[in-house]
């Protein structure tokens, strides 16, 4: 059991902040190219919902990789179905969910701008991490996004996609 002496977590990367508020579609996902944590942006191809990848602009941005209820681990299922069978995942087109920044959110604003990583990933910041400052040329903005407040010191805070 966990207290929480000041504030709750901004939520769980990949966890739907906002039901009432989204459209999510249920992608096939590619077994040989898993996403390294939930939250993170992805891109379509070869008709898979697979990672975003070094280089790739804003335009190539399809949504939101989230958790699906109840769930497991990329790893976990490949171990279970092998690998070079696809499974289905859940792709978040539209509203809001919590993502980490892979550092303090606290400071974050409302309406504050989002950039994706797309270069030099790091483990805190793997390619396709929504972040609110720009790293030069390893992040892109994301346009259709914003933040929508302060998240917590671990770095979880929710953003609003394509609303």
């Known amino acids: 059991m966990t207290?929480?002496?000041?504030?709750?977590?901004?939520?769980?990367?990949?966890?739907?902040?906002?039901?009432q508020d989204l459209t999510v579609e249920p992608v096939m996902?590619?077994?040989?190219?898993?996403?390294?944590?939930?939250?993170?942006?992805?891109?379509?191809?070869?008709?898979?919902?697979?990672?975003?990848?070094?280089?790739?602009?804003a335009a190539v941005l399809a949504g939101i990789y989230v958790r699906p209820y109840p769930t497991m681990s990329q790893p976990d299922t490949v171990r279970q179905i092998g690998?070079?069978?696809?499974?289905?995942?859940?792709?978040?087109?539209?509203?809001?969910?919590?993502v980490n920044i892979g550092g303090d959110a606290s400071g974050v604003t409302l309406?504050?701008?989002?950039?994706?990583?797309?270069?030099?990933?790091?483990?805190?910041?793997?390619l396709g991490a929504f972040l609110f400052a720009a790293d030069g040329a390893n992040t892109?903005?994301?346009?259709?996004?914003y933040f929508t407040g302060p998240g917590d010191a671990s770095g979880n805070i929710e953003i609003a996609f394509n609303i």
């Open 29 to 57: 996902l590619d077994s040989t190219n898993l996403f390294s944590a939930y939250g993170l942006g992805g891109k379509y191809s070869g008709g898979k919902f697979v990672p975003i990848v070094a280089a790739d602009t």
């Open 83 to 98: 690998t070079g069978k696809n499974y289905m995942g859940d792709c978040m087109k539209r509203g809001y969910a919590s």
């Open 3 to 19: 207290a929480y002496l000041k504030r709750m977590p901004a939520g769980i990367a990949g966890g739907i902040s906002r039901p």
């Open 111 to 126: 309406g504050g701008t989002v950039y994706m990583r797309v270069a030099t990933p790091t483990a805190l910041s793997p």
């Open 140 to 145: 892109v903005q994301i346009t259709n996004a």
